[in-house]
């Protein structure tokens, strides 16, 4: 049995407790949070795990076999140098890191500590997007040429997470790289791209609709389009919609996540969506499942020592996409 602690007990945390319980070969046995009311609430949750309202303390203290870090981007840099210091594997909430020198600067941490690294990067790990995922790699479609993948919404993200209302970078990391991310996992690494940004919502201080169009090393284009201030009826949130063109045929991920696949006189669909998990609920299911199946990942990871699919190395690449897009939005050039 593999022991875990949990830095950070805030608002997504609790979807990370109750995973965990899921998970087998895994047992939280410590919890920490600077607000000690917060960690003695996770610790209850977590059938009894330690409480510790300070990170050098609960390393110290614990043996544990890796620490599940979900706190906000600024305090990851110091809380994964901390964990590699004491040799502890490390899960990484996103955004991964406010700056790619701290990005670089967490991969080399661990590396040189010989420990695994791993981003909480949960979007490819949605069952439905993993769908898509499966059919562009059997072929079916055969060689992917264009992609469009869309989060559209107007939900009110702020009251759970009132600290993104100020925010002077809001939809690109805190959305943009879940999306950005599943462009590289659908056509491959990005050679280049162009962003465009809005502020449509008066009562934010960053961007909140945002479009971008990327060139990918095999040739293949996607756009990439996002906004926390799109207004409809349904409202798909927290969906993300797919259409991924190839020299065969098309997939698409529609809303109320319905999988089409076709080409010329053909066509064929699919239920995809995700199974509510036992603590979960509807809509927040597909985003909670994810969290299930990144966490067993991770836990085969350690296993059978395997890197992460959603590396600290492998997530370098997709950060880096982010600061590319704000440079392009504020130059107006492509970068």
Not at 12 to 35: P, Y
Not at 174 to 198: K, M, N, P, S, W
Request: charged share 20%; proline share 6%; aromatic share 8%.
């Amino acid at each position: 049995m593999l022991k875990g602690g949990i830095i950070g007990c805030g608002f997504f945390a609790a979807n990370h407790l109750a995973a965990w319980q899921l998970i087998d070969g895994a047992a939280i046995v410590a919890v920490c949070d600077q607000d000690p009311a917060r960690a003695r609430a996770a610790g209850a949750a977590g059938d009894g795990a330690r409480v510790f309202d300070d990170a050098a303390t609960m390393l110290a203290s614990e043996a544990l076999d890796f620490v599940d870090i979900i706190t906000t981007a600024p305090s990851h840099r110091p809380l994964v140098e901390l964990a590699a210091r004491h040799r502890v594997p490390v899960i990484c909430q996103k955004p991964f890191a406010p700056t790619l020198d701290d990005a670089r600067a967490m991969v080399d941490a661990c590396a040189q500590a010989g420990v695994p690294l791993m981003v909480h990067e949960n979007f490819r790990w949605q069952s439905p997007l993993m769908a898509v995922k499966n059919i562009v790699s059997s072929g079916e479609i055969g060689e992917p040429a264009y992609a469009r993948i869309s989060f559209r919404h107007a939900y009110d993200i702020y009251t759970n997470q009132p600290y993104l209302k100020t925010e002077p970078q809001l939809a690109i990391m805190d959305l943009g790289i879940h999306l950005l991310d599943l462009a590289r996992y659908f056509l491959g690494e990005a050679t280049r791209l162009h962003c465009r940004t809005q502020r449509v919502n008066p009562a934010v201080a960053g961007e909140d609709c945002v479009t971008i169009l990327l060139d990918h090393a095999g040739g293949a284009v996607s756009l990439v389009d996002f906004s926390f201030f799109t207004k409809l009826e349904p409202d798909p949130f927290p969906q993300t919609l797919v259409r991924i063109e190839g020299t065969k045929g098309t997939v698409e991920l529609l809303a109320g996540y319905h999988l089409r696949v076709s080409g010329p006189g053909w066509s064929r669909e699919e239920d995809v969506e995700p199974a509510v998990p036992a603590f979960g609920a509807k809509p927040w299911h597909n985003i909670q499942e994810s969290v299930v199946n990144i966490q067993r990942h991770w836990i085969e990871c350690l296993q059978n020592d395997r890197e992460p699919a959603t590396s600290g190395a492998d997530n370098l690449k997709t950060i880096d996409l982010v600061f590319r897009a704000y440079e392009s939005a504020a130059t107006g050039r492509a970068s």
